[in-house]
């Protein structure tokens, strides 16, 4: 992770449910101190003057309870604990509930440099967003060649060699209504050890696909806004690789395959490409059958199983069948 800075935070392109709605109302000149992990204090205990075990490294949230006691400090003029706090170096400190400190806090963190930040979010609502959005900027981190689309619903990762067509797959799906997060590069993100993000190295070149004999298509421009998106979880990988007529391939689906990633297993299919096997149409289907499976069905587990019960009835009429003849004889 490279250095992330107060100013980043406050700069972080996060849309509706996630929006921090963070100002800086003091302490401007110190907006490139670094935030070094994505964790968060609620220094109820250091306004009392407890130091022990402080996390100062953290970003301190001031939440109701927190400003309450301090408007009694204030009207009880005991504020040392205040240039106690900032002696710490804290990254920032952000007020939550539209809050805000008063005027011994202000000159203290203008004096120290230490960027004091407000929202109208209650201190919930705002921890809550604020977890989320740190534990992506500090996560494990990896980029791979290959191209990342959502169909169905699901985000499918598609890799294979170069020239194998996994730009012009993903270019049919995009004709069929699916969309595309990123093509030739994804950079992917391990969540808190559960799952996996996926999205363009480049925010800016995400969205165009480089297709042999056309050249560079910018996918919003053609499909429209309906047919991209910035990130999406990675459910399932689909490899493809050229026909090999020595391979044995998986004609039942019987063997769960899996590709890890940042320590995290993805569902994972081989798809061998050859003339005449529509690819799309069978990532659709990968897609499909995917979903199923979240939901608990297995269509080779309930095919096995069918077949079993075919077997036993089978068996059972040979039987049958057998004991008769025998007692006719």
Same mark, same amino acid.
């Given at each position: 992770?490279?250095?992330?800075?107060v100013?980043d935070?406050?700069?972080l392109?996060?849309?509706?449910?996630?929006?921090?709605?963070?100002?800086? #109302?003091a302490?401007?000149?110190?907006?490139?101190?670094? #935030?070094?992990?994505?964790?968060i204090?609620?220094?109820?205990?250091?306004?009392?003057?407890?130091?022990?075990?402080?996390?100062?490294e953290?970003?301190?949230?001031?939440?109701?309870g927190?400003?309450?006691?301090?408007?009694?400090?204030?009207?009880?003029?005991?504020?040392?604990?205040?240039?106690?706090?900032?002696?710490?170096?804290?990254?920032?400190?952000?007020f939550?509930?539209?809050?805000?400190?008063?005027?011994?806090?202000?000159?203290?963190?203008?004096?120290?440099?230490?960027?004091?930040?407000?929202?109208?979010?209650?201190s919930?609502?705002?921890?809550?967003?604020?977890?989320?959005s /740190?534990g992506?900027?500090?996560?494990?981190?990896?980029?791979?060649?290959? @191209?990342? @689309?959502? @169909?169905?619903?699901?985000?499918?990762?598609?890799?294979?060699?170069?020239?194998?067509?996994?730009?012009?797959?993903?270019l049919?799906?995009i004709?069929?209504?699916?969309?595309?997060?990123?093509?030739?590069?994804?950079?992917?993100?391990?969540?808190?050890d559960?799952?996996?993000?996926?999205?363009?190295?480049?925010?800016? /070149?995400a969205?165009?696909?480089? #297709?042999?004999?056309?050249?560079?298509?910018? #996918?919003?421009?053609?499909?429209?806004?309906?047919?991209?998106?910035?990130?999406?979880?990675?459910?399932?990988?689909?490899? /493809?690789?050229?026909?090999?007529?020595?391979?044995?391939?998986?004609?039942?689906?019987?063997?769960?395959?899996?590709?890890?990633?940042?320590?995290?297993?993805?569902?994972?299919?081989?798809?061998?490409?050859?003339?005449?096997?529509?690819?799309?149409v069978l990532?659709?289907?990968?897609?499909?059958n995917?979903?199923?499976?979240?939901?608990?069905?297995?269509?080779?587990?309930?095919?096995?199983q069918?077949?079993?019960?075919?077997?036993?009835?089978?068996?059972?009429?040979?039987?049958y069948?057998?004991s008769?003849?025998?007692?006719?004889?």
């Amino acid at each position: 992770m490279s250095d992330f800075t107060v100013l980043d935070l406050l700069d972080l392109d996060l849309k509706e449910h996630n929006h921090l709605d963070l100002h800086c #109302i003091a302490g401007r000149s110190g907006l490139s101190r670094k #935030i070094t992990n994505s964790k968060i204090s609620r220094p109820g205990l250091p306004l009392t003057g407890f130091f022990e075990e402080f996390a100062a490294e953290s970003i301190q949230v001031f939440g109701h309870g927190e400003q309450k006691y301090m408007d009694k400090l204030d009207r009880e003029k005991r504020t040392d604990t205040y240039a106690q706090l900032f002696d710490h170096h804290v990254p920032c400190c952000i007020f939550c509930d539209g809050g805000q400190p008063t005027g011994p806090f202000l000159r203290l963190a203008e004096e120290t440099s230490t960027p004091v930040l407000v929202t109208p979010l209650l201190s919930a609502d705002f921890a809550r967003r604020l977890y989320g959005s /740190l534990g992506e900027v500090f996560a494990p981190t990896m980029t791979i060649h290959a @191209v990342l @689309v959502e @169909v169905f619903g699901i985000g499918v990762l598609i890799t294979g060699e170069s020239g194998v067509g996994k730009s012009e797959a993903a270019l049919e799906l995009i004709e069929r209504g699916h969309r595309l997060i990123s093509d030739d590069t994804v950079r992917m993100k391990n969540i808190g050890d559960s799952y996996l993000i996926g999205m363009g190295e480049n925010p800016t /070149l995400a969205h165009h696909m480089e #297709i042999r004999g056309i050249g560079i298509i910018n #996918i919003s421009t053609l499909f429209g806004v309906g047919a991209i998106r910035d990130k999406k979880q990675i459910q399932l990988s689909v490899h /493809l690789e050229e026909w090999d007529s020595t391979k044995n391939y998986d004609r039942v689906g019987e063997e769960e395959q899996t590709d890890t990633f940042l320590g995290i297993s993805v569902p994972k299919l081989l798809i061998p490409v050859k003339p005449g096997r529509n690819i799309p149409v069978l990532i659709e289907t990968a897609a499909r059958n995917e979903r199923l499976k979240k939901l608990g069905y297995y269509s080779a587990k309930e095919f096995d199983q069918s077949v079993l019960k075919w077997l036993e009835s089978e068996t059972a009429r040979n039987v049958y069948y057998h004991s008769t003849d025998e007692e006719q004889n």
